[in-house]
């Protein structure tokens, strides 16, 4: 994407591109265009990561054949998974926000958890996981 | 929705000025790429729950068209609203997906 992570400047680094797009007496409160698509378009990979995780969800709850004795064990996993889905879409949007406030005062890009949420809780659904697996193999 | 003949009539000639970094064009790709990831949760949906994927495929229709909207010149293409609704849609979808992981009949599976 785009240089987003570095400092986001009111006047656009080649300035002969851009007038057209901003005009010269609005360039200075107006953001450059194109941080804010990189920002839209971060968005929306955020959103398709949350309908990749509802998907697995669902895949998860429909398809999976139950496990032998634990029959909790498929909404186990495909709950956390579609609230994690749910979740991110909300951050999502609420991060959004943030840089799109922070693009138009010209400020340095604020720090970001969401990765961190998402490998984490990916991370404990994977574990959670193998343990019904291994679960569901030991009660035989 | 803009007619694509007649923006193309005023594109200059280099595309670095009508278009710096193809910033637009990606984004509309962006917004392309979600709506097929709708469209992918729908087309699940419709083969067991036609009365759940069928609104999910409308929703990717309406996302594909949204990209597509024309930005205001100098508003630096703030598009609240269209992402307030990509919130609104992909939360209602989890709902949904909630519900019949949870509350749907035992599904038995897909023997492979």
């Known amino acids: 994407m785009i240089a987003l992570g570095s400092r986001p400047r009111k006047e656009p680094p080649t300035s002969s591109a851009d007038e057209g797009q901003n005009g010269n007496e609005s360039a200075s409160t107006e953001p450059d265009v194109r941080f804010t698509l990189a920002n839209e378009r971060t968005f929306l990979a955020w959103s398709r990561t949350s309908l990749a995780l509802i998907a697995a969800g669902l895949a998860i709850a429909q398809l999976l054949p139950p496990f032998p004795r634990v029959p909790w064990g498929r909404s186990v996993i495909a709950t956390p998974l579609i609230v994690l889905g749910a979740a991110l879409s909300g951050l999502s949007y609420v991060e959004w926000r943030r840089n799109q406030r922070t693009i138009r005062l010209g400020e340095p890009m604020p720090h970001t958890h969401l990765p961190r949420v998402l490998a984490l809780t990916v991370s404990v659904i994977a574990l959670l996981a193998a343990a019904v697996d291994l679960y569901s193999k030991a009660s035989r | ?112």
């Open chain 2, 1 to 112: 929705v803009s007619d694509p003949r007649q923006r193309r009539r005023e594109i200059p000639e280099d595309i670095e000025v009508a278009d710096p970094g193809l910033a637009r064009e990606r984004t509309r790709l962006a917004w392309t790429r979600s709506s097929i990831s709708f469209a992918a949760i729908g087309v699940v949906l419709l083969k067991d729950r036609p009365v759940i994927g069928a609104p999910v495929l409308i929703l990717s229709a309406v996302v594909w068209s949204i990209g597509r909207w024309r930005r205001a010149p100098g508003r630096g293409g703030v598009a609240r609203k269209r992402i307030l609704f990509v919130t609104v849609c992909v939360t209602t979808v989890a709902i949904g997906a909630l519900i019949i992981a949870l509350a749907g009949p035992p599904s038995h599976g897909l023997r492979l």
